[in-house]
């Protein structure tokens, strides 16, 4: 089936899935073999509208993890980075726990086994705006909590590729990492309109976040991330950027005019399965997430800034492809949405159900508890015979403070893997993890660890 004769049914899908969960603008590229299609909706701002065009600047957030790992590899391809090596071997940095520091190795940063809490400078910002502040993030390394050895437990960690970006740095010479993302990647790829820094996009045609306060989409601020964000979630860019880097990955690691990026290998090893991971995704590649849709390998990766949401697809051997830029702070929702319809549409690829089942009267109490977070604290509770979840956002420095989401009841994939089981959270994933003695030490929610604290 041809994406032009999808269009017009992708174009309702899109505008009325925008208008019911409020979504002020998005701008959506979809590649399947030689053809493209983009489409563009709304306004980049609900106080100072401007129609989004595929020039519109959206902040494409933990994509940009993607990009930071490409760098990474380039190194490896020219034999100056041995993923396996002690990190200290290029890296001086010390943690709370001097025998995990010493264990610690790239690899394990790219996969998100590092064992850092990950978000933990989300909430403790570093603060460092000139171009010393990912040498500064990791001054700061021994403050941050030590979750599990490295190589244990998947954890999705800022902070983990917050040090890959120091890394990038040290590698290169000590230059800034923008410098060096906009060098080594996004120039050879044609990315010539994405920016890392605010003051270089404040003359351009932008998309600003928006959150829902009293049923109607508000502007969110404050907008610019602070500069040691710049590895794990910086990249600001527009569609026809995104559809230049979605079709470098969907190829052999050249450029549209023949430059050799990547070696091919090199492509296919960040793509593969690394490690099992869970709750936001079947598995890891390096940097990349892996979904088993149907017979495809779906490989993909989101990102999230305030109230922007981004997302890339892949299916290389299909040579198919989307990315949606939003501006809504359920753009998430919206991805999935599209993420299954297109799979289907496209390439006949249709998820399996999730099969969840009532969890046993005789389990409920052995999960319930206390599992607090960095971002957010979870809370499970028995009511009327099944189990409830309680999610309580925490609020980030200079923002507003968010209401916390209904409670959602539970059920039961597997002993120890639940899911939601009722809107607006439907079927979404959390794994209960076991230490020795059989006893349950964490919950992980959105690939976070959350320790039990009762």
């Not at 959206?58 to 940009?64: D, E, N, V, W």
């Not at 794990?232 to 990026?261: C, E, K, M, P, W």
Request: proline share 6%; with cysteine.
């Amino acid at each position: 089936m041809t994406l032009t004769s999808l269009s017009r049914d992708l174009d309702s899908l899109v505008r009325d899935e925008m208008a019911r969960r409020r979504i002020p603008g998005g701008a959506l590229g979809v590649v399947h073999g030689d053809e493209e299609l983009t489409l563009c909706f709304g306004v980049t701002n609900v106080d100072h509208p401007l129609p989004v065009t595929p020039d519109t600047l959206f902040q494409i957030g933990s994509t940009t993890k993607t990009m930071t790992a490409t760098l990474l590899m380039q190194h490896v391809a020219a034999g100056r980075l041995d993923l396996d090596a002690p990190l200290r071997t290029y890296l001086d940095f010390t943690l709370a726990n001097d025998d995990w520091a010493a264990r610690l190795t790239p690899r394990h940063l790219l996969t998100h086994t590092g064992g850092l809490a990950g978000d933990h400078f989300l909430m403790h910002a570093v603060g460092e705006r000139g171009d010393r502040a990912l040498a500064r993030l990791v001054e700061l390394l021994p403050n941050v909590p030590h979750q599990a050895p490295p190589g244990e437990i998947f954890a999705y960690s800022n902070a983990g590729f917050a040090v890959l970006g120091r890394l990038v740095e040290v590698l290169g010479n000590g230059a800034p990492f923008d410098g060096l993302l906009a060098r080594e990647l996004l120039v050879p790829l044609g990315m010539t309109h994405a920016f890392e820094l605010p003051e270089d996009v404040i003359s351009e045609r932008v998309a600003v976040g928006h959150r829902i306060e009293h049923g109607a989409p508000m502007v969110a601020r404050p907008w610019a991330l602070e500069r040691a964000a710049m590895a794990h979630g910086g990249v600001i860019s527009d569609l026809r950027n995104q559809l230049a880097y979605l079709r470098f990955q969907l190829g052999d690691g050249r450029a549209a005019d023949g430059t050799r990026v990547l070696p091919a290998a090199a492509m296919r090893d960040m793509q593969r399965e690394h490690v099992r991971a869970g709750s936001i995704c079947d598995a890891f590649g390096l940097s990349w997430q892996l979904n088993d849709v149907g017979d495809q390998r779906v490989i993909s990766h989101g990102g999230e800034t305030n109230a922007q949401l981004s997302e890339i697809v892949l299916v290389p051997p299909e040579r198919f492809g989307f990315t949606v830029l939003t501006n809504g702070a359920s753009g998430g929702a919206l991805a999935r949405v599209l993420t299954a319809w297109l799979l289907e549409r496209v390439l006949d690829a249709r998820a399996e159900p999730v099969a969840v089942r009532e969890i046993a009267k005789e389990r409920l109490r052995e999960y319930a508890g206390q599992y607090p977070g960095v971002l957010k604290d979870v809370a499970l509770r028995v009511a009327d015979g099944t189990l409830m979840l309680h999610v309580a956002p925490h609020t980030r420095p200079g923002r507003v403070p968010g209401a916390a989401p209904p409670p959602v009841r539970l059920g039961q994939i597997t002993d120890d893997q639940i899911a939601t089981i009722e809107e607006p959270a439907l079927v979404r994933r959390g794994e209960f993890i076991r230490d020795h003695s059989g006893t349950i030490r964490w919950l992980r929610w959105d690939g976070r660890l959350h320790a039990r604290s009762d």
